[in-house]
């Protein structure tokens, strides 16, 4: 089965600083990948999804991510944080096969960004 | 355009006791998939329909059930309420039903506790 793991369950940055988001998946073929965010009380809203296409995605709100099979990570990144960037972020994978209608996620990332 | 609608959005319910949710999917969308997201944790793939069969179920109790109506809305049913069940339960839709060519739009959620 896919799993993703998304390691530090809190990031806190400055506003201006750079926001680093790790996510590592299992997966023996390359996967469907895709970074989530949850504001409070809302649902899911896709930021970005990585489909065999190029490594390095662009999202929305000037996130991106690479794809790095060597390491098997899905890392988010964005070079300058904005207060409203402060949301939970979910990592998740899809399989590329018959199951490819289910995502798997990962616990998620609280990300805090501070004046 | 409406996006993905839940109702209601908050519930409160007594062990023992059933629930329904329900969930209207963007107009065109003909899928519908159930997530379950307790607290601190990542979203729980429960089921999915498109074109009004289940196609995939995950790894909940039998007490867990769904349906899909003609008009692509969906309802999802728990029995036999348990603590446990507190959660937020997140509806998603797409039009033809996998991650990775069509995407996922989420709702909102319904807040479920369970006293």
């Known amino acids: 089965a896919q799993s993703v793991t998304q390691l530090g369950s809190h990031v806190s940055v400055s506003e201006g600083a750079l926001v680093l988001l790790r996510c590592n998946y299992s997966s023996s073929v390359p996967p469907y990948l895709f970074w989530y965010v949850q504001y409070p009380n809302q649902g899911l809203q896709l930021l970005l999804k990585?489909?065999?296409?190029?490594?390095l995605v662009k999202g929305i709100n000037g996130f991106e991510a690479e794809f790095k099979k060597s390491e098997t990570s899905f890392h988010l990144t964005k070079p300058s944080a904005h207060m409203s960037d402060a949301a939970e972020y979910f990592c998740a994978v899809s399989d590329s096969g018959g199951s490819n209608y289910k995502l798997t996620f990962g616990k998620g990332t609280l990300l805090t960004v501070n004046p | 355009d409406a996006g993905v609608t839940q109702s209601p959005t908050h519930l409160i319910k007594t062990r023992g006791q059933h629930v329904t949710l329900r969930c209207s999917p963007i107009?065109?969308?003909?899928?519908v998939s159930w997530y379950q997201q307790v607290l601190g944790q990542g979203p729980q793939f429960i089921f999915q329909y498109y074109e009004k069969e289940e196609r995939g179920r995950g790894n909940f109790p039998d007490r867990f059930s769904a349906r899909q109506f003609p008009n692509y809305s969906s309802e999802l049913n728990v029995n036999a309420l348990l603590l446990g069940d507190s959660a937020l339960y997140l509806c998603a839709s797409s039009w033809g039903g996998t991650v990775d060519n069509y995407g996922y739009t989420f709702g909102s959620g319904t807040r479920l506790t369970v006293v």
């Open positions: 107009s065109g969308h003909k899928s």
């Open positions: 990585y489909t065999s296409a190029a490594t």
